[in-house]
């Protein structure tokens, strides 16, 4: 249900654009209102991909805000081989490409929000710390991501044996529906959702290894200080060890980062009660990170 | 008998009719906004239909698919040369060539077709009786097809603005609120009938949408359903029953007839089902029991304040005319639009019962003139030549192409429509058929139309008036085509004396079938009359849960199995 306001609806724009990457065409989803006032660049997660934001589009698009998501090589509708995550240089550079025609489509004027949910969190991490990204962004969120996981929860043994994974066997990655939400109805969905991702090569565990390693680097790049940084899950999260994760966000954000906890246990805020209050928290946040800067209502360090 | 009740009703009543009221005029001003925008439209359809054209090609130039048939060059055409560029380079599409994009368009909720996310999809019931997926998307509702319904609407309350009088006035049976059961890729999958739940504040909001006798909460059944219809708005100063189907109408008297019991016994006791509702009235109660021992008792003696009812009254659907004035006497009525859940084609903007204007700013409309065989040619690969509103000429009858802002372009919809005549440029028409559908036992093919003309010719001969019918063809030696049809003087030895009529005026409108009668090949066709609600009860018993709202009366049958089921004379 939504929330009545009153207001027309704006006529929201459904993209699919093409961007070229190497051999590959990816597929970048846009739901635009007419002169959006900002935009997010969404980090879609192991096994989602844009076709689950039908509802989210819209409703970020009502407040006036675009949003973008790419869907990863071998996810969702893009091409690539399924179950796989091609190197780290790879994937970012990919999402470099993709959140260079976001900038040019919404210009320099827009604000422009990089969230990154669950896996999707790691990606935006490491591109954040890689040194790669060129193009100009206002905001950072992470949301339910377990920032550093592998490395929290593997033994060294283990680790230096993932590293050295070359292979291609596919694994199943063990996610269940009944964690993302409560509601029948997304359950059913993402139990159907075909395009959804079920499991992945050792090899693509190693990639996702080497982009943690980035990130945990403690000789990597800073964040810009000016950059509004925020980490926003439900109070419980049953996939996301939430005491972990805070500890890595704040190392990464060297304490400069708003923490933020809505009252759901379900690790996809998007299909929860708490959905609206997600979109309304993340316009709000972007609108108050312009100009440059870091605000935020808890803040560690 | 009692009008509006105050606010300081009991508190769910009076929270719903605080809502009515506050919805009242807000929903009168879009209503007739629309339809003066519809009225400005037709007096000038050609700048109509390039604006609509334009939007289409605006909203889907940018689709995947657009992009991967090089259609998107069409926005390199200018304005001029839009319609003739649009048409060479697009094919005429089935809603079967869809299937495969609207298969990807389920996964990604929009930019395949067109860019405008799609928010729900619509059902409806394929001729296969697969269901269809119609793409219901945000540029489609805030462009099309709320101002199509609130220009119907607007119509209504142009003519009859006491229609919203007061919160009891108006019984919407045109849609219902129902919990959604069936969902493609995460997304709702329902009849367009169905206005459950509210999308957002664009979405289509009449002032009783929290009435109780329209919350979601009633039960689905389509007897049930009306009971509590019914029941709500007994003893009140009802003005207006609004309905898609004639069967609506009739079905309501039924239920009323049949579930008498009840309902004065919940009026007595001021309950529903036997649940507190209300207050009792026990002189409205006594009224309604005694005017209900009439069998023939009017819809007009339950609710003495009616003045306005409308449903579907041209085709078929006027073949219900008789029986309307029987339980109707006296009330104005208007026509629902002419529309299909793929889009809308025809929307009232006056009286006129027999036709409509072509809704110029609906979508981009061609024709083809019906007796070319449009389907052999597209199976064959050949181009066709289509028409464009302002070439088609009164008294014939055309195949429909339309274009949707939905992503459904060139949709050849099978359905066949008569110009009736022109206003202004504008065709005004009315829906005869649908393509393909007819009888053929050796290659007649008998349509519903050649039937119903054939009919209502035989009958007059007879001094007869035509109602509801039944044909089917009976597989004998030789194959013939029998026929039930209601009159008042039912009796067997009108039927010979009928039949013979009936069957020349059949050879007269189709040419095949009279040659078929000379050289023997068909039988004559027989004509039973039945009693004036036989056919009707029938159809009735056909309507299930789930077809409720959108059931309609089809003349045609696949067989004669339904001679052993309408009872004789």
Redesign the interface.
Known sequence: ??E??????P??????I?VPCDDVALDL???QPPRPRAAVFYFHGLQSH???L?ET??RFA?RGVALFVLDRRGSG?SEGARGEIPDAATVLADYAAALAVVRDLIGEETALCLFGHCLGGSFLAALLKSGTLHVPYEAAVFCSAWLGKLHATLSEDQLRALACDNGTQPHDVGLSAADFTADP??R??ID????AIRSLTGRSRAALLQLEAMYLDPEAPALPPDVATAFVSGSADPIVDLDDAHRTFIQLTAGRGEIALLPTDRHYLLYTEVRDRLISWTTDFISAARPRHAVGARRHG | MPGARSLSAEPAESAWLALWYDRRAGFLSECLTARSALLADLASPRAAQDRVLADIVGISASSVHWREQGYDALVASGPADLAQAYREFLPIMRYDDFVPLLEREARTKGGVLTCSPVLRWLRTSGTTGTPKLVPYTQHWLLAYRMPAIRAMWGTYLRFHPEILAHPYTTLDTQTVREDAGDFVHGVEHQAISNRNPRLHDGDWNPPWYEAPWFLPDVPRGHEERMYHRIRQLLGRELRYIAAINPSTLISLRCLIREYRAELVEDLRQGTLRGQPWGAPDPQEAARLDRLLADPDFRLTQVWPSLTLYSCWLAGSAGLYQDKLDAILPGVDRLPFMSCGTEGVTAIPVDENLVSQPLSVNQAFYEFVPAEIPLGELLDAGERVETLLFDELVPGRDYHLIMSQANGLYRLWTGDIYHVDHAVDGVPWIYFVRRDGVFHSFTGEKLTEADVTRALRQGFAELGLELGLYLCGPQWEEPPHYLVMAESSQASATLDGRLSEAVDRALAQVNIEYASKRDSARLGPIRVRLVPNQAVSDYVESRRTQGNGTQYKYKPFQQDTAFVHQIPAP
């Open positions: 249900m939504f009545p306001t009153g207001a027309t609806p006529d929201i724009r459904r993209e699919i093409p989803h846009v739901w844009a076709g689950w039908w589009g819209p009502e509708t109805r997304y059913r969905f159907g959702d075909d395009l």
